[in-house]
């Protein structure tokens, strides 16, 4: 540890010195170059422009020995740094040189003297080997006569530059020289006090006695000695307390595992969040999944716009497969909750030993199988949505809860003693009538009008006949693309098929058959025979509502009420309707709907009348 630290340190602040001193040596060099070489012809161009005048005088004097005398003044300068000076008429002849071997010699005429007029008084160019010229026109009544040309040498600057740079160069290294020796003194230090704190920890992981270690500073090494120091301590209570030892580390094991539980718990709720999450992008729906806007649809679409951004509870009326959960939607993405997330329940699904845990969630080991904590829906739609579909098969017990939650705006899980604040907008759907489920007691009257703060009707297909060319449009479409299949569109002969049925499954059954016609069909186009097994079931309907509407209520009179009370007289009415749907429709799924039930709560009726061993096992 001595040595390996000590040296990596004294490595890298070596390195970083060298790195340092070349970078910002070459930075310095390169700018400071550029910017001196500017300045001197900045500074060299003004200092022949003022010389001009003087120039310009002579040579309209035609003076020129004055002219000579000029020109060996400033060469004789070494400020200048003047490597050569001479003056040129109109036709480019020499007039004066610092040269006497130059006299009289024609030059090119420059470009300055060719502007007719000047556009510019002066000129500089550079040239290779760190020179450059400057041009300066001479003027006689406004009138260019002749050039003064300068060549200077910018050598001189090279070594101001490194002479600087050396200075500045010599100064930063000083400084980080020093900086480094304290760094390195700084770290020995550092070093001398975490080594000792190892030989303290290895001397007491052997079961040496060991004493306190000085706290040194206020840094975190010191806070590290002051645990150290304190676990010193404590081992050397616990030596003389064997027995509550041994009792504080398995208290210490347990919340440890506890804390485990938690996390796994913790992982658990994750996972479950984020299938929830999952199962909304899937089954997620926007205010464009609306198709179609004729009729009664138009108003509830209108409706639901204005009460997406306020937080009341909604309730949403209508039979099974007219689109509630996608009215909810339409609700939860054109309000501010949009962001947040859509959580959909199925109360008519819910086994009713679990209602409360899936609504509430529960508590780790408060029923047997609850392994874990466990967030209900009311938790996983905090600031969202929450969607209770076939809120009318709740149970009473269940109602209760539901109407405490939505009245204090928390709830409390199964098992667990603390209240959890949710901020959750409720919207509910059912298919039954409500109303009459409050006057038979079977459903709570303050929890129905807590729903019905503002109600919503989505009509029935049937009442929809001219949005079905459209929905039918885009259910061709959709599973068209999903099945793989070239369907583009649906014939009119199978439209007014579709429009004369009666459709009592609403736009799920349109869904459905769409769906089995574009499976089955082998053309571009569904035709009327596409749809032949929905119109031979649109006539056997058609017969079998004929034939209950014929047998005087189920085959009951009042004459059956006497000895009878009106409960048991009504539940005969009800066993004797369910029997006869059973009897009439292939599946409990058809009698249901035609009950106006959904198959759960169907289910449920015939095992309260003792109906299910005299009906058929079939698919719900």
Not at 209 to 234: R, W
Not at 262 to 274: H, I, R, W
Not at 492 to 517: D, F, K, M, T, V
Request: glycine letters at 8%; charged letters at 25%.
């Amino acid at each position: 540890m001595k040595g390996g630290i000590q040296q990596r340190l004294a490595l890298a602040v070596v390195s970083s010195l060298i790195l340092a001193a070349a970078g910002i040596s070459a930075a310095l060099y390169f700018h400071s170059q550029r910017r001196a070489y500017r300045d001197d012809m900045r500074q060299s161009e003004q200092m022949v422009q003022a010389a001009s005048l003087a120039f310009a005088h002579a040579f309209a004097a035609s003076d020129e020995v004055l002219l000579d005398a000029l020109l060996h003044e400033l060469k004789s300068r070494d400020d200048l740094h003047i490597e050569k000076a001479y003056v040129l008429n109109r036709e480019g002849k020499v007039i004066a040189h610092s040269s006497v071997d130059e006299y009289a010699k024609t030059y090119a005429l420059p470009a300055l003297l060719k502007e007719k007029p000047p556009t510019r008084l002066s000129e500089v160019q550079a040239t290779e080997n760190n020179r450059f010229h400057v041009l300066s026109l001479l003027q006689s009544g406004g009138q260019p006569v002749g050039l003064l040309v300068i060549t200077f040498s910018s050598e001189h600057i090279s070594a101001l530059v490194r002479s600087e740079l050396l200075w500045i160069v010599g100064i930063s290294v000083a400084v980080l020289l020093i900086s480094a020796m304290g760094l390195i003194v700084y770290g020995r230090r550092i070093t001398a006090r975490l080594q000792l704190l190892q030989t303290r920890a290895l001397a007491l992981g052997s079961g040496e006695q060991v004493g306190p270690v000085e706290v040194q500073g206020s840094d975190e090494i010191s806070e590290l000695t002051t645990a150290f120091n304190k676990m010193i301590a404590d081992l050397a209570e616990l030596r003389h307390k064997d027995k509550a030892s041994s009792a504080q580390i398995e208290t210490l094991n347990r919340e440890l595992n506890d804390q485990l539980n938690k996390v796994v718990g913790l992982k658990e709720q994750l996972a479950d969040e984020n299938a929830a999450l999952r199962e909304e992008l899937r089954s997620g729906q926007t205010s464009g999944d609306i198709i179609g806007a004729t009729g009664g649809l138009r108003e509830v679409i209108d409706q639901a716009g204005q009460l997406a951004s306020l937080p009341v509870t909604v309730l949403i009326r209508g039979e099974s497969g007219t689109g509630k959960e996608l009215i909810a939607r339409y609700l939860h993405d054109g309000g501010a909750r949009r962001e947040k997330p859509f959580i959909a329940v199925n109360c008519a699904a819910l086994p009713m030993t679990l209602i409360e845990s899936e609504l509430f969630g529960h508590e780790k080991g408060s029923f047997t199988g609850a392994l874990t904590q466990k967030k209900g829906k009311f938790e996983l739609a905090h600031r969202g949505t929450l969607f209770l579909d076939e809120v009318g098969e709740l149970p009473l017990e269940a109602q209760a809860k539901l109407l405490r939650a939505l009245q204090q705006n928390e709830v409390v899980r199964v098992g667990g003693d603390r209240a959890i604040p949710v901020d959750v907008r409720v919207v509910a759907a059912t298919n039954r009538n409500l109303e009459d489920e409050v006057k038979q007691g079977k459903f709570r009257d303050d929890l129905y009008y807590r729903l019905k703060v503002v109600e919503l009707q989505c009509p029935p297909l049937r009442e929809r006949l001219k949005d079905i060319p459209a929905l039918a449009q885009h259910f061709v479409d959709h599973y068209s693309r999903k099945l793989g299949k070239g369907v583009v569109g649906i014939s009119s002969a199978a439209l007014q098929s579709l429009s004369s049925y009666r459709w009592p499954g609403n736009i799920r059954e349109l869904e459905n058959s769409i769906a089995r016609g574009v499976a089955l069909t082998s053309t571009q186009v569904l035709g009327a025979e596409d749809f032949a097994p929905l119109q031979a079931d649109g006539k056997s309907a058609v017969a079998h509502a004929s034939s209950v509407g014929t047998i005087n209520f189920a085959g009951l009179s009042l004459g059956d009420l006497d000895g009878k009370s009106l409960d048991d007289f009504l539940d005969g009415c009800e066993r004797r309707l369910i029997q006869v749907a059973m009897e009439t429709f292939k599946t409990q799924k058809e009698a249901a709907e035609a009950l106006s039930l959904t198959p759960v709560k169907l289910h449920r009726l015939l095992k309260k009348h003792r109906m299910i061993q005299e009906t058929r096992h079939d698919t719900l």
